[in-house]
């Protein structure tokens, strides 16, 4: 969030290791970071929901997924 403030560009890798058609902060969970996941969108932040797979020795990418 500081460095958007600041003028700069941020962004944020999500790795999702779960099957998912979409990715949304769970806020039952946290609700802290879901407010500010959602700020940063607000305030420009790229987000990078990443779905991978492991196969109990090797992480495999997937696909991007988009935000539900």
């Not at 990715?23 to 991978?52: H, Q, T």
């Amino acid at each position: 969030m500081n460095a958007l403030e600041h003028g700069y560009k941020a962004a944020i890798m999500i790795l999702i290791f779960v099957p998912a058609t979409c990715f949304m902060p769970n806020e039952r969970v946290d609700k802290k970071f879901a407010s500010l996941f959602y700020e940063g969108i607000s305030k420009g932040m790229k987000v990078y929901p990443v779905l991978l797979k492991y196969d109990g020795k090797w992480i495999y990418y997937d696909r991007m997924l988009n935000l539900c």
